[in-house]
């Protein structure tokens, strides 16, 4: 057992663990080195756990700004730039990003001075915020127990399957209010919006969550005035319909939102240099910048591509996190062969053990790194 904590020169604290046998060498491990390594080593493998929630494939510009943890994400280029979960990106004036989520089935566009945070991406169920300005999602069908949903202050907006949009902009009825619109192209919508009345203002209670469904064609508006909100379904505004005509998306082509649509032909064209897909798309945008791709079209499908690139991802952070408790032990060893040749035989000896022991710990993740494949 732990029978006493000691301090020993220059600050390192130690403990005493008795043996069973009486009058028997006592072993000193350094505890505050131990407890740093055994702490890169958990910090290691949560990042090595950590897989990429979506990546940017096309942007239109540089003013892209993606906040994580609190601090800004330094990126020269924002295009090939990987996402995680509780990032936010902010897109600048006349800038468009289209982002693809984790399996290559779902994108995500966002319009100019867009405010997004990607609140949850794992175990099937995805939940995007929209804080303030406009994004549209191209979402492939899901199965079982997957979700996908986008929220804004005022409503949250669930399909299993769609193309569809959520805009949270300023209100035209009142000042310091916003509007959200919430409108489907293809498929269905479920929306349910936090509809405030008159009545529930009288008595000061609090906004009632109301289920609605739209399909194709459709729109449900919700919009507060005066500390209410209300709910108003109807037809697809022109203006908004106009404005995905003019920015589609350059990733894939969905279904025409309607045939009365005319796509202008800049769109057009931009949307012919990039509809090849998922692994042709990036070596497009790539290759527009002097980037040659080395992966022929149709070698890999998308599925193949995000697994190589998650085992890449896992196996880098296994030989990291293998370094980082190594480097741990090899600081231990010296120490010991310090503590040797100063005259301490015990403590030096005690240093060597607990260095092999902290270096053993390296191995499950050179391990896993060894053996992770796709």
């Not at 290691?44 to 510009?61: K, L, N, P, Q």
């Not at 697994?307 to 370094?323: D, E, F, K």
Request: net charge negative.
């Amino acid at each position: 057992m732990f029978a006493l904590l000691t301090y020993r020169g220059h600050g390192i604290v130690s403990a005493t663990r008795s043996g069973s046998v009486p009058g028997g060498p006592s072993m000193k491990y350094p505890i505050g080195i131990i407890g740093l390594a055994c702490a890169l080593s958990l910090a290691a493998a949560g990042a090595w756990a950590e897989d990429a929630a979506a990546v940017i494939e096309f942007s239109s510009g540089d003013d892209v700004i993606v906040i994580r943890e609190g601090r800004r994400v330094a990126s020269d280029d924002p295009i090939g730039l990987e996402l995680f979960q509780g990032d936010q990106v902010q897109t600048g004036k006349g800038v468009f990003v289209e982002m693809r989520l984790s399996g290559g089935g779902s994108v995500v566009k966002l319009a100019e001075n867009t405010t997004f945070v990607l609140e949850r991406l794992s175990d099937g169920q995805t939940s995007l915020q929209l804080v303030y300005g406009r994004v549209r999602a191209k979402v492939e069908r899901l199965s079982g127990a997957d979700s996908f949903s986008v929220r804004s202050s005022q409503a949250i907006a669930g399909v299993r399957g769609t193309d569809f949009g959520l805009d949270v902009v300023a209100s035209r009825s009142a000042l310091a209010a916003t509007t959200t619109n919430a409108y489907c192209f293809e498929g269905a919508v479920e929306v349910t919006a936090f509809v405030r009345s008159d009545a529930q203002i009288a008595e000061s209670l609090e906004a009632i969550p109301q289920a609605f469904l739209i399909q194709a064609g459709e729109m449900l508006r919700i919009e507060g005035a005066k500390g209410g909100t209300e709910a108003i379904k109807s037809t697809v505004d022109t203006s908004i319909r106009d404005f995905w005509a003019e920015n589609d998306y350059v990733l894939v082509v969905p279904a025409k939102a309607s045939t009365a649509v005319t796509v202008p032909e800049s769109s057009g064209q931009k949307r012919a240099l990039y509809d090849e897909g998922y692994a042709q798309g990036l070596a497009d945008a790539k290759a527009s910048l002097g980037v040659a791709s080395g992966v022929p079209k149709g070698f890999v499908s998308d599925e193949e591509v995000a697994a190589i690139r998650m085992a890449a991802r896992r196996q880098a952070g296994g030989i990291i996190a293998g370094g980082l408790i190594c480097v741990g032990g090899l600081a231990l060893a010296i120490r010991g062969y310090v503590l040797t040749d100063s005259g301490d035989v015990e403590g030096g000896n005690d240093s060597f053990a607990a260095g092999a022991i902290i270096s053993a710990m390296s191995l499950p993740f050179f391990t896993l790194a060894l053996f992770s494949k796709p």
